[in-house]
């Protein structure tokens, strides 16, 4: 005689509850790194649009500024924490490479014994983190997520690097997702190109430092390598996320690509052809880049900037380091 197993299914759709955010305490102006890299103020603003970014104190690491923006989403969305029974972050700055951050924030805020687990997925950590938040709860497996990007990108930054190092800040952005009547997250179109690996990312192992044969590992690019790809092939994947919701790029309310560089972000506006009605998140001059943190930081503020966008259609887009890249539109809670 054989059993059958029981099976469970979640709610059709979820969306998006709140936001939260937790930005470096200190704020780094171009002046303050130019030396090094034998820079200009001009230069920076000229290819990045940064004028300053967020940098955390020595004693705040990521889990710390995770902790700050989960506790605020959680708040805001008026879902008691011991009810969250999913926590991902998505990081690359967690400062040990066990235990997780999740598990950590995830008794910080009060929603232990939820399931926890971080990914590492760079600049597009956090649309994966949504796009598997969405998933699980639809497949029954959770009810509540807790979903956020952290990094303290400053501990993996050589100030002498001119590929890289000025774009970068510390920070964190935390979005709580559950059930909806109606869809408030659309499929993802994700990927990965591990052919490119060598374009972007750490410059050397933990094992070398150890053994003395590399210096502490820090974080490089091929700054043209990534802005090619991230201009030509990513517009692509935009307008592909646009098809999978069924929507057109007039529909947005608002845009908000991963923050790696302004003039990545205006080329993008460009090519999907961005009515002057669509509001494009901009927070990398304030912020600089906070990698898997940069999507939902950049959401929030938009947030406490436009609250009518509230219940408007937005596109995000992250990619980067592997390189990987996910786009999806969302509903703006």
């Known amino acids: 005689m054989s059993a ?3 099976q469970v299914t979640g709610p059709a759709y979820t969306r998006i509850y709140s936001y939260g955010a937790a930005r470096g305490e200190n704020a780094v102006p171009n002046d303050d790194l130019i030396g090094p890299i034998d820079s200009s103020d001009e230069w920076i603003r000229q290819r990045t649009g940064i004028i300053t970014r967020v940098r955390a104190d020595k004693g705040t690491d990521a889990i710390d500024l995770a902790t700050t923006a989960a506790a605020e989403a959680i708040e805001k969305a008026g879902v008691p924490a011991d009810q969250v029974d999913l926590v991902i972050v998505a990081t690359i700055s967690n400062p040990k490479q066990s235990p997780s951050v999740s598990a950590i924030v995830a008794d910080r805020v009060g929603a232990n014994p939820a399931a926890a687990y971080d990914v590492n997925a760079a600049c597009a950590g956090y649309a994966y983190a949504i796009t598997q938040a ?22 993996i930054v050589d100030p002498t690097d001119r590929s890289i190092s000025f774009l970068l800040g510390d920070g964190a952005g935390a979005a709580l997702i559950g059930p909806s009547d109606t ?5 993802a179109v994700w990927g990965s190109d591990g052919s490119k690996a060598d374009a972007v990312g750490m410059n050397s192992t933990l094992t070398e430092f150890r053994d003395g044969e590399a210096a502490w590992p820090t974080l490089r690019q091929e700054g043209q390598t990534v802005f090619r ?12 996320a646009l098809e999978k919701a069924g929507v057109e790029a007039s ?5 908000i690509p991963h923050q790696a560089n302004m003039r990545i972000i205006d080329e993008f506006a460009k090519q999907l052809k961005l009515p002057e009605t669509t509001v494009i ?6 912020t600089g880049n906070t990698s898997a943190a940069s999507i939902p930081l950049a959401s929030h503020r938009l947030m406490a900037e436009h ?6 259609l937005a596109l995000q887009i992250g990619f980067g380091a592997g390189l990987v890249f996910a786009a999806q539109v969302v509903v703006l809670p």
């Open 4 to 6: 059958t197993l029981n």
């Open 134 to 155: 969405d998933a699980l709860i639809k497949a029954g497996a959770a009810r509540y997520a807790l979903v956020i990007g952290t990094e303290k990108l400053s501990d």
């Open 183 to 187: 869809p408030g997250i659309a499929p």
């Open 229 to 240: 790809w991230a201009v030509w092939e990513m517009a692509k994947v935009a307008r592909e």
């Open 251 to 255: 529909d947005l309310a608002a845009f």
């Open 281 to 286: 998140a901009r927070d990398i001059e304030t």
């Open 307 to 312: 609250p009518e966008l509230s219940g408007g």
